[in-house]
């Protein structure tokens, strides 16, 4: 495909594949098997393509995933260090139990002092425990915004919603469900009727509004005083459009920065033509409210 690129305005969104692993094996884990060899990886190279994002898009949003995040400290500082104010970042982790190397107070600590860089980090957390959990009582000592995702899973135990509901709304956190994405097409993106969960989710909650994009949606939901989010997206970040012009786009919605540093312009596998990305054509984020409210 040779087409031009076009994003949203300010940038499409910048996810950075930290260098190093999570150690864990979350069944639906798309990311792991890229960790398995990891003689390329190259935090210098990171850091090259950091600033050429910042460069081109100086004032995308950033999001650190791995991988664990948390599981380099020094690592994640020069990372966070490199991205100007202009940016939001999220980090995306687990906030590992890993005495060995951090304690929880030395994580919170960081997220301390760090406060000022991050704008939300997102907690997972799931019905079905895949990884070995803090307690919650750590994660609500985060610094910063925080938010828990919880990926439901194959036969997720949906008798135990409304329990995870309470569970976060003891502090306050709120919640993002999530579909498996391998698992969305177009065609089941806006579906509701067949979306098990979607209807499990309006059976035990109460159901508010919607948002979304040609690209993800997000159907928002409260119980008692807790926003709650079922968030679904597609499996890939480039969407190919012809415009009014007869100019044939390659709309961009996330790019990659990979373990290496290479850059990559789809969770797919393509390699981004950053000279073509330098002259990236802006269009409205298409992001809208598409029923309902979606803030309360
Ligand atoms: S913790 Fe995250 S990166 Fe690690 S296996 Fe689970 S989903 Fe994958």
Redesign the pocket.
């Given at each position: 495909m040779s087409n031009p690129y076009k994003t949203r305005e300010g940038g499409a969104t910048v996810t950075v594949f930290v260098p190093y692993d999570?150690n864990?094996?979350?069944p639906?884990?798309i990311?792991?098997p890229e960790y398995a060899n990891c003689a390329d990886f190259s935090l210098a190279r990171i850091l090259e393509s950091i600033e050429t994002l910042d460069a081109i898009t100086p004032q995308c949003d950033f999001v650190f995933t791995?991988?664990?995040p948390f599981a380099n400290l020094e690592s994640l500082q020069t990372m966070l260090d490199k991205i100007p104010p202009t940016h939001k970042v999220y980090i995306n982790t687990?906030f590992p139990v890993q005495d060995d190397k951090y304690t929880a107070q030395q994580m919170l600590d960081f997220v301390e002092r760090n406060r000022e860089k991050i704008t939300c980090i997102n907690i997972?957390r799931h019905l079905v425990k895949?990884?070995e959990e803090s307690d919650d009582e750590i994660i609500a000592r985060i610094a910063t915004p925080k938010r828990v995702n919880c990926v439901l899973y194959m036969d997720y135990p949906k008798e135990q919603l409304t329990g995870y509901a309470e569970r976060w709304r003891k502090y306050g956190i709120p919640i993002q469900f999530r579909y498996d994405y391998t698992e969305t097409t177009p065609e089941n993106l806006y579906d509701e009727e067949s979306d098990r969960i979607l209807c499990d989710l309006k059976e035990a909650f109460t159901y508010r509004g919607l948002d979304g994009c040609r690209m993800r949606n997000g159907f928002h939901f409260s119980y008692k005083d807790l926003h709650l989010t079922y968030h679904k997206t597609l499996p890939y970040s480039t969407i190919v459009e012809t415009d009014s012009d007869g100019v044939t786009y390659d709309i961009l919605y996330d790019v990659l920065i990979k373990q290496n540093g290479d850059i990559h312009s789809d969770w797919t596998g393509v390699k981004m033509d950053v000279d073509k990305y330098r002259r990236v054509v802006f269009e409205p984020y298409d992001l809208r409210v598409i029923d309902g409210a979606i803030e309360f």
């Open positions: 999570c864990n094996h979350c639906f884990c990311n792991k791995g991988g664990e687990t997972s895949y990884v």
